[in-house]
Every structure is written in structure tokens, then in C-alpha cells.
């Protein structure tokens, strides 16, 4: 193993406000009255616009001792109304800076995720891909300050999330080696490669074991194609590194996927082609299949019906009924749209622009929090991204591995209807194998028969009385889990209350589609409904 490998530097942009000048040739600016550059820095508009009536305009083109201009401090100060007085004024507001890094003033605004400014210098026709002496863009400073939203609007704007500065690091290196997995999953969404190493060899999977940040090592390990064996410059790989730093987590979870990838490459995936990829496994569905279809039908068929067809015909109809309904819910349940919400939205675009355009910025944050980058759009109340189908869901419930599918708003009766089903046949089922034993005596075959349809029968009657009361309370298997995360519901004696509540019976109606639900605006206190 090589030395230790080298993360990119990080010029600390935004911390311009400590940068020591030049002592030699430097007086305190503070003392000085009528010093523009102090007033820009301090966002104090009344004391620019006085200075510049003093002395005229051409104040706004000089430099400090530093080598900023004054657009420099106001775009450091995040002042929209003091940048909207030089843009007025006539001021230059895109001059590079003379010190080390030639950084102009959007810079300076995006390292500090001011977004309202930065709207601002676009609208005024400053670049947004600009770059500073490292090759830094408005978006990497953005990105490497974990600026999520800052970093939406300037790609909506018009930024190439695909530049590189003078390291061969992108915006997404940056934002895995600062460990930001929100925005990680937001630049991922935009095109930029997982697999792309910079100039050290690092891959964006290198740099977030750097950062330590669990979350967005997972989230870089998930993709497609990304490598766990890929060696950076120095000859490491992602779990050297890991063991380098002491993340012992991070270590132990890239030794499980390694383990788990080198038994399944032998094979060639075949546990993979037949139960799917992991997390979204077939092996539930493909037991339930084997148990009913070639062991529990043929027992019934050939054992069972020969039996007590003629004695109990009515009997075998119904159950033979029921089975019918419920592989039609199953199938309905299993195949149909949960309540995927289109991808690619307008209005994702739309809440940045407008949330950075906003006065309200408190609010708009809220509805910045509702944006999903995977799927770019804004998620309803009750929406929640599913992590195995990778797709919003409306009303979304849980996903459930027996069905193979999420389980939403649009298949969750089907779902209740399908357990429903299966318990009551469960204990059509009981009851025909009592019949067998009292006719033809004991019989291990059918016993165990008997044990799998008792234990499958309770269990699914308990998950639809489950669901049941859930759809009497107007609330969802994720609301009940997770019901801390989301501040329209509380929780009193074990039961949720929400907004969404309108009584038991309209409830059930919603349930089964037979009332739409109520829109976000006919619900009560919308002041305080926020969803993470
Ligand atoms: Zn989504």
C-alpha cells in the first residue's frame, strides 16, 4: 500500500472573511470612515449608497488591498438589497478577484450558499459555469459546501454539473468526499458518473470513505456498475482506505459487499437472475409460488378433493372460489401502479427558481425539503420515495417482498383484499383437512399442510385487521412507523392522529377508491405540515 492517498484540497472558500491581507501595506479598514468595502461586507446599504454618492460610481471598479472589489464583500455579506444598489449603480459585478484564486464574486456568493444573490448575478448575465484559477464553477464551491438547494438552482440555471476543476474533481467528487448523500443522489440524478476517478485515481466511492459518511458510501456502492475493488493512484481501494481512516462501519459494510459480490460472480448470478438483485429479492414470492402451486394445489387436487368432493361439493366450490379471487388480488396487487408519481416535473424546476425568488424564505425551505432529486419533483403529503422500486409513491405504505411490488394508494385495497383472501382460504383449508383426518386417520403429508395454512392464516388475518384499522384511521403503515419524522401527526395512547382523518366510514370509502382523498388545501392547519 502506498502512502496515504491525497483527498482534494479544499481552498476553504467562504472563510474570506479571516483572510489575513498583506500586513506591511495594510491599515484596519474598520477605521476608515466611508470605506465601501467594510459597508458592502457588513450588508449596510444606507452607509454604500451614501459613500457612493459622496464619491460617484467609479468607487464600485476599485480593489481593496485584498484584491476584491466591493460586489466581492456584498456577495460574501449574502446582501441582495446592497448587490441590487451596484447593479443599479452600474457597478461591475463579475470583476475576478487579484488575490490567489482569481474568484469572482458568484463565487464567493455560491461557497456561502447565498441563493437569492446568485440569482441575481445570473439574471444579470454573469456565466454560471465561470471558473476560478483552480477550475472551480459556482457549483463545485456550492457543492463543495453542501448547498443543496443552491446547487438545484444553479443547475436548473443553466450549470454543467460535468466540469472539473484542476484536480480532475466534478461537483459529485466534492460532494462525496464532504459526505452530503442528499446532494450526492441530486448530481447523481443529473448524469455525472459514479465511476469517473479524478486526477488522483480517486472515484467519488473513494472520496465518501473519506468522508466517513455511511449513508453516501451505500448510496455509491448501489449503483450500477460502480467497482469495490477499484484502486485509486496509490493503489487503494475503497476498503484500505476505510480501514486507513478507523471508519470500522464503513469497513465492515464494504466487507459484506465484497463478500456478497465474490459469491455471487462464480455462479453467474444466478441467484440473482432467479430471486432479483438484493433488496429487491424474489425469494418471498418465488416460496409462495413453489408452496401453493407445487405442493398445496396438487395435495388439494389429488389427495384432498378425491376424498370429500361428493360429501362436501358446496363446499369445494367456495373454496375453490375463493382461491380464484384471491390470485386475481394477488395479481392486481402484485402487477398494477402503486401510485407512482411521473418523474421530471415542471414544478421541481419551478420550487427552486421560486424559493430562491422568495421573501418567505422559511417556507419555501419547507418546500425545498419536499423536492425528491431522484425523481425531480415535489412530493405531496404522504408521498415518500420507495429505496427498492426507486420511484415516488403516492400514499406510499411500505413494499412488500410477497407481492413483489410497492404497496400506495392506488393497490393498497387490493393488497388488504389479497390478505384477506388468503386467510379466510387458509382456513377453508383447515377445515378440509380436519374433514381428511376424520375420514382417512393421520397422514404426515397433510399434517404439515395443516401447521403451514395455521400459522400463514393467522398471520395474514392479523396483517388485514392490521391494514384494516389503518384504513379506518386514515393512516399508513410508513405514517405509523415513522410518525416523528412528519410534523402534520402525533401520536397519543398509540394512535396517529393526522389531518387526513374524516371519520371512520369516509375513511374506509377513501380507502376503496370510492371517495377521492382531500386535497392539501382542504386540510386543516397547513401552517405546520412539513414532510422530510
Ligand atoms: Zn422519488
Redesign the pocket.
Known amino acids: 500500500m502506498g502512502p496515504a492517498p491525497r483527498p482534494p484540497s479544499l481552498p476553504l472558500p467562504g472563510q474570506y472573511a479571516d483572510v489575513k491581507p498583506n500586513r506591511r501595506c495594510f491599515e484596519p479598514q474598520t477605521q476608515s470612515k466611508g470605506d465601501i468595502f467594510q459597508a458592502a461586507k457588513f450588508g449596510l446599504l444606507e452607509e454604500c449608497k451614501r459613500i457612493v454618492s459622496a464619491e460617484g460610481p467609479g468607487l464600485l471598479d476599485r480593489y481593496d488591498d485584498w484584491g476584491h472589489s466591493p460586489a466581492h464583500y456584498a456577495c460574501l455579506a449574502g446582501s441582495v438589497e446592497v448587490i441590487s444598489f451596484f447593479l443599479e449603480a452600474g457597478a461591475p459585478v463579475d470583476l475576478p478577484s487579484k488575490a490567489e484564486l482569481s474568484q469572482r464574486p458568484i463565487h464567493w456568493a455560491a461557497a456561502n450558499g447565498h441563493e437569492a444573490v446568485v440569482h441575481l448575478l445570473l439574471e444579470a448575465g454573469v456565466a454560471p459555469n465561470v471558473e476560478d484559477q483552480r477550475g472551480c464553477t459556482p457549483l463545485i464551491l456550492a457543492a463543495q459546501n453542501g448547498h443543496t438547494p443552491l446547487c438545484c438552482y444553479l443547475i436548473v440555471s443553466g450549470a454543467q454539473p460535468s466540469l472539473c476543476d484542476v484536480e480532475g474533481d466534478n461537483a459529485l467528487h466534492w460532494a462525496a468526499f464532504q459526505g452530503h448523500r442528499e446532494l450526492v443522489q441530486l448530481l447523481l440524478y443529473s448524469g455525472l458518473d459514479p465511476r469517473q476517478p479524478d486526477d488522483f485515481g480517486q472515484t467519488p466511492l473513494h472520496l465518501a470513505v473519506l468522508s466517513g459518511d455511511m449513508k453516501t458510501v451505500k448510496l455509491l456502492c448501489e449503483q450500477e456498475g460502480v467497482s469495490l475493488e477499484v484502486e485509486d493512484g496509490n493503489g487503494s481501494t475503497p476498503l484500505q482506505l476505510s480501514r486507513g481512516r478507523e471508519h470500522r462501519d464503513i469497513s465492515t459494510y464494504l466487507e459484506g459487499a465484497l463478500l456478497q459480490a465474490s459469491r455471487r460472480f462464480p455462479c453467474f448470478d444466478w441467484s440473482t437472475f432467479v430471486f432479483g438483485p438484493p433488496g429487491k429479492s424474489k425469494g418471498p414470492v418465488l416460496f409462495l409460488y413453489a408452496c401453493l402451486l407445487l405442493w398445496g394445489y396438487p395435495t388439494y387436487f389429488f389427495k384432498i378433493a378425491s376424498v370429500s368432493y361428493n360429501k362436501l361439493w358446496e363446499f369445494h366450490v367456495i373454496f375453490l372460489l375463493a382461491n380464484i379471487l384471491m390470485w386475481f388480488l394477488f395479481l392486481k396487487a402484485s402487477l398494477m401502479d402503486p401510485g407512482f408519481?411521473p418523474r421530471n416535473s415542471e414544478e421541481y424546476g419551478k420550487v427552486i427558481r421560486q424559493a430562491v425568488l422568495s421573501q418567505d424564505w422559511q417556507r419555501d425551505r419547507n418546500l425545498l425539503l419536499r423536492l425528491?432529486h431522484?425523481?425531480h419533483?415535489v412530493?405531496p403529503l404522504r408521498t415518500k420515495?420507495c429505496r427498492v422500486t426507486?420511484?415516488?409513491v403516492e400514499h406510499f405504505d411500505h413494499y412488500c417482498p410477497y407481492v413483489y411490488n410497492t404497496v400506495g394508494r392506488r393497490n393498497r385495497a387490493y393488497f388488504f383484499g389479497f390478505l384477506s383472501a388468503m386467510s379466510v382460504n387458509c382456513f377453508l383449508g383447515l377445515y378440509l383437512c380436519v374433514d381428511w383426518f376424520y375420514t382417512m386417520g393421520r397422514n404426515l403429508f397433510i399434517g404439515i399442510g395443516f401447521i403451514f395454512m395455521a400459522v400463514i392464516g393467522v398471520i395474514s388475518g392479523i396483517m388485514a385487521g392490521i391494514c384494516l384499522s389503518m384504513a379506518v384511521q386514515n393512516t399508513t403503515t410508513n405514517e405509523r412507523l415513522n410518525h416523528q419524522r412528519y410534523s402534520y401527526l402525533r401520536e397519543e395512547d398509540g394512535r396517529i392522529f393526522t389531518p387526513f382523518d374524516r371519520g371512520p366510514l369516509l375513511n374506509l370509502l377513501e380507502f376503496f377508491h370510492l371517495v377521492p382523498p382531500l386535497g392539501e388545501d382542504e386540510l386543516l392547519g397547513m401552517d405546520r405540515l412539513m414532510v422530510i
Open positions: 408519481l425528491c431522484s425523481c419533483l412530493r420515495h426507486n420511484r415516488c
